[in-house]
């Protein structure tokens, strides 16, 4: 086969050129000039044996792609059983959010299972990581280390090991030496990645790649990463708090709604059974401001208490600052509190908080919001056995969220009695009984946290002048 060579192609219009250069010569976009690898010209197809041979669907070997459990269980939970043999793996996550952490002690678990396992690591050195492993107990004669970065190598190190698993950390640090363009770049974790989907397929074992985010959340590299291999998991978590989420973005081989719920410990990552008497554990009760939502993530119920204070603004456009909270929302929230109840909060710095460092960004929440806001403002707690779930609209409405029996049944499980819900809502599961209202102001009445309808607010204004 003829060499390769290098050239510079333009992702929008496909021209190539033959060096890089800030704007393509074809349609003069800039920023789209990619390197890659141009094999020789083929003019037509020819017709081959294929290598494959069709066969009909009924006699496709369904156990072929089996997923074999890492011994991690969240993680396994996430991925529906467990890593499925020739199969890509994408892991993405902040730094120190902790990938490296999680998967060493898959590695172990699978090790100690009696798999081998190839960890190739371009970021942390043999050393380190055997320090590591040390800590996190994962140490195992099936557990081969290697710090190679260069493609070559590394594909000799999964011919040399023959391993069930192969973890590349992270694929950012991988080297083609046939491309120019330095590690990281898009060119280079395209072609690497592709190479590794390669060995995956043709040797049958799982292989599992650290990517790092960006600052906007996205994967650093091009997308099409995302769509070269079978699975993308993404590692969440404030970096301040120990709790880590695990949620799949796409899966070839199962439902991408689980999520897998982790504790940062002395002793690494620890699953979380029941994340929401974790999230509550240190509740208090009888405080203003604060109302528990049943929110779900992917198909997991989580109870999360929201908090907001508010106080008299010293600043001429008072401080809105939401945690784990969407800032649109609350300000929607706000402004829907103001026009249709009568809540004034022009005056008012705002904190609104999801306490546990979870982010709440579901319209379910808007409910609950809305009313530890109003119980901030007037001072009055609302029940400690009541959760409040639905979605506020423009006009002060409520309406009734998905799953709805799900969620309340997770409150019911931690002792919750009412739950303040929308009309439409169905039937409440047994031990916890609907407190039904059909918009905002209802809600707040009906909870005491004002005495009666107020003065709408076109007459309110006049007055106070
Ligand atoms: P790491 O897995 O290195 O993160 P990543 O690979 O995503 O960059 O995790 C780094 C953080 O985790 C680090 O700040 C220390 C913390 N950590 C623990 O708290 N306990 C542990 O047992 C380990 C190994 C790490
Ligand atoms: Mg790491």
Same mark, same amino acid.
């Given at each position: 086969?003829?060499?390769?060579?290098?050239?510079?192609?333009?992702?929008?219009?496909?021209?190539?050129?033959?060096?890089? !250069?800030?704007?393509?010569?074809?349609?003069?976009?800039?920023?789209?000039?990619?390197?890659?690898?141009?094999?020789?010209?083929?003019?037509?197809?020819?017709?081959?044996?294929?290598?494959?041979?069709?066969?009909? #669907? /009924?006699?496709?070997?369904?156990?072929?792609?089996?997923?074999?459990?890492?011994?991690?269980?969240?993680?396994?939970?996430?991925?529906?059983?467990?890593?499925?043999?020739?199969?890509?793996?994408?892991?993405?996550?902040?730094?120190?959010?902790?990938?490296?952490?999680?998967?060493?002690?898959?590695?172990?678990?699978?090790?100690?299972?009696?798999?081998?396992?190839?960890?190739?690591?371009?970021?942390?050195?043999?050393?380190?990581?055997?320090?590591?492993?040390?800590?996190?107990? !994962?140490?195992?004669?099936?557990?081969?280390?290697?710090?190679?970065?260069?493609?070559?190598?590394?594909?000799?190190?999964?011919?040399?090991?023959?391993?069930?698993?192969?973890?590349?950390?992270?694929?950012?640090?991988?080297?083609?030496?046939?491309?120019?363009?330095?590690?990281?770049?898009?060119?280079?974790?395209?072609?690497?990645?592709?190479?590794?989907?390669?060995? !995956?397929?043709?040797?049958?074992?799982?292989?599992?790649?650290?990517?790092?985010?960006?600052?906007?959340?996205?994967?650093?590299?091009?997308?099409?990463?995302?769509?070269?291999?079978?699975?993308?998991?993404?590692?969440?978590?404030?970096?301040?708090?120990?709790?880590?989420?695990?949620?799949?973005?796409?899966?070839?081989?199962?439902?991408?709604?689980?999520?897998?719920?982790?504790?940062?410990?002395?002793? /690494?990552?620890?699953?979380?059974?029941?994340?929401?008497?974790?999230?509550?554990?240190?509740?208090?009760?009888?405080?203003?401001?604060?109302?528990?939502?049943?929110?779900?993530?992917?198909?997991?119920?989580?109870?999360?208490?929201?908090?907001?204070?508010?106080? #008299?603004?010293?600043?001429?456009?008072?401080?809105?600052?939401?945690?784990?909270?969407?800032?649109?929302?609350?300000?929607?929230?706000?402004?829907?509190?103001?026009?249709?109840?009568?809540?004034?909060?022009?005056?008012?710095?705002?904190?609104?908080?999801?306490?546990?460092?979870?982010?709440?960004?579901?319209?379910?929440?808007?409910?609950?919001?809305?009313?530890?806001?109003?119980?901030? #403002?007037?001072?009055?707690?609302?029940?400690?056995?009541?959760?409040?779930?639905?979605?506020?609209?423009?006009?002060?409405?409520?309406?009734?969220?998905?799953?709805?029996?799900?969620?309340?049944?997770? !409150?019911?499980?931690?002792?919750?009695?009412?739950?303040?819900?929308?009309?439409?809502?169905?039937?409440?599961?047994?031990?916890?009984?609907?407190?039904?209202?059909?918009?905002?102001?209802?809600?707040?009445?009906?909870?005491?946290? #004002?005495?009666?309808?107020?003065?709408?607010?076109?007459?309110?204004?006049?007055?106070?002048?």
């Amino acid at each position: 086969m003829a060499r390769t060579r290098t050239v510079y192609r333009c992702t929008d219009c496909g021209a190539d050129a033959p060096q890089w !250069a800030g704007q393509c010569s074809g349609c003069h976009a800039w920023n789209t000039l990619v390197e890659e690898l141009d094999g020789p010209a083929v003019g037509r197809v020819s017709v081959l044996t294929p290598t494959t041979v069709p066969v009909p #669907i /009924g006699e496709v070997d369904p156990t072929e792609f089996a997923p074999r459990p890492t011994g991690i269980g969240e993680l396994d939970r996430v991925l529906g059983g467990g890593l499925v043999p020739g199969s890509v793996t994408l892991l993405g996550g902040e730094p120190g959010i902790g990938k490296s952490t999680v998967l060493l002690q898959a590695a172990a678990e699978v090790a100690a299972a009696g798999g081998t396992v190839l960890y190739l690591s371009g970021e942390e050195s043999p050393q380190q990581i055997r320090l590591r492993a040390e800590r996190l107990g !994962a140490l195992h004669p099936r557990l081969y280390l290697a710090s190679e970065v260069a493609l070559p190598q590394v594909v000799g190190a999964i011919e040399h090991v023959q391993p069930d698993l192969v973890v590349v950390d992270s694929v950012q640090t991988l080297v083609d030496p046939d491309l120019a363009s330095a590690p990281g770049s898009v060119a280079q974790v395209r072609e690497c990645s592709h190479r590794l989907v390669r060995e !995956a397929k043709e040797r049958g074992c799982a292989v599992v790649l650290v990517g790092h985010v960006t600052k906007e959340g996205g994967l650093a590299g091009p997308r099409v990463l995302e769509h070269v291999v079978d699975t993308v998991l993404a590692f969440e978590g404030d970096r301040h708090h120990a709790l880590r989420l695990l949620r799949v973005v796409k899966h070839r081989f199962g439902s991408t709604q689980e999520l897998g719920l982790f504790e940062m410990t002395e002793k /690494g990552l620890v699953g979380v059974p029941d994340p929401s008497g974790m999230f509550l554990a240190d509740r208090r009760a009888g405080i203003p401001g604060s109302v528990v939502v049943p929110t779900l993530e992917g198909n997991r119920p989580l109870l999360v208490e929201l908090q907001v204070l508010t106080s #008299i603004s010293a600043l001429p456009s008072p401080r809105r600052s939401a945690t784990g909270i969407d800032t649109g929302r609350l300000g929607m929230v706000l402004a829907v509190l103001h026009q249709r109840v009568g809540v004034l909060t022009a005056q008012l710095d705002v904190y609104a908080l999801a306490v546990g460092g979870v982010k709440v960004a579901e319209p379910g929440a808007d409910l609950a919001l809305a009313l530890a806001v109003a119980s901030s #403002i007037t001072g009055r707690t609302l029940p400690d056995d009541l959760v409040a779930c639905g979605e506020v609209g423009l006009g002060g409405e409520l309406r009734q969220v998905a799953h709805t029996p799900r969620r309340l049944s997770e !409150a019911a499980r931690l002792g919750f009695k009412r739950a303040v819900v929308p009309f439409s809502a169905p039937e409440p599961p047994d031990g916890i009984e609907a407190v039904r209202v059909g918009t905002l102001l209802d809600a707040v009445v009906r909870l005491g946290l #004002i005495a009666e309808p107020p003065i709408p607010i076109h007459r309110r204004r006049t007055q106070e002048r």
